[in-house]
């Protein structure tokens, strides 16, 4: 019993096919870049929505200001801006990995069990965060995210 245990949580490499490992990872990078941008043009167009109804508030509180008998509250009731979340990427981690996978002369690459996640299952330890916080202005985030879990 202790021995299928120890077993179970030892790591394994394997030899794998550097272009296909680079096949596989420039798809995945592909992909993430895809999410990104439409993640980017969906909160831009929050963003033109937000500052919108900003502009509107201010406009009230503007007309609270012209008139002399009120005294204007000193806040804003509610900022459409603040819970805007700026979309975030990982496409620094690919194309680090893509560029040491470049340079070397190698034709197998050795990849262990949390490489391989990372690189041929698209699985990096950020994915959730990445499409979390894209999936609120990406519909394609929004998919990869119900289908992980």
Same mark, same amino acid.
């Given at each position: 019993?202790?021995?299928?245990?120890?077993?179970?949580?030892?790591?394994?490499?394997?030899? &794998?096919?550097?272009?296909?490992?680079?096949?596989?990872?420039?798809?995945?990078? #592909? #992909? +993430?870049?895809?999410?990104?941008?439409? *993640?980017?043009?969906?909160?831009?167009? /929050? &963003?033109?929505? *937000?500052? /919108?109804?900003?502009?509107?508030?201010?406009?009230?509180?503007?007309? #609270?200001?012209?008139?002399? /008998?009120?005294?204007? /509250?000193?806040?804003?009731?509610?900022?459409?801006?603040?819970?805007?979340?700026?979309?975030n990427?990982?496409?620094k #981690?690919?194309?680090?990995?893509?560029?040491?996978?470049?340079?070397?002369?190698?034709?197998?690459?050795?990849?262990?069990?949390?490489?391989?996640?990372?690189?041929?299952?698209?699985?990096? +330890?950020?994915?959730?965060?990445?499409?979390?916080?894209?999936? *609120?202005?990406?519909s394609?985030?929004?998919?990869?995210?119900?289908?992980?879990?």
């Amino acid at each position: 019993m202790a021995r299928r245990d120890m077993m179970a949580s030892s790591t394994i490499s394997m030899s &794998f096919d550097k272009a296909q490992v680079v096949k596989i990872l420039t798809t995945n990078r #592909e #992909e +993430h870049e895809e999410i990104y941008n439409e *993640a980017v043009a969906g909160y831009r167009k /929050k &963003f033109k929505a *937000a500052l /919108k109804e900003y502009h509107s508030v201010v406009d009230a509180k503007q007309k #609270e200001l012209k008139d002399d /008998k009120k005294v204007p /509250k000193p806040y804003l009731n509610g900022n459409p801006l603040i819970d805007l979340k700026r979309p975030n990427s990982s496409l620094k #981690e690919y194309d680090t990995v893509l560029e040491m996978l470049s340079l070397t002369p190698d034709e197998t690459i050795v990849l262990d069990q949390d490489q391989y996640n990372c690189y041929m299952k698209d699985n990096w +330890h950020w994915m959730d965060a990445f499409l979390i916080s894209n999936s *609120a202005y990406s519909s394609k985030a929004s998919y990869k995210l119900s289908s992980r879990r």
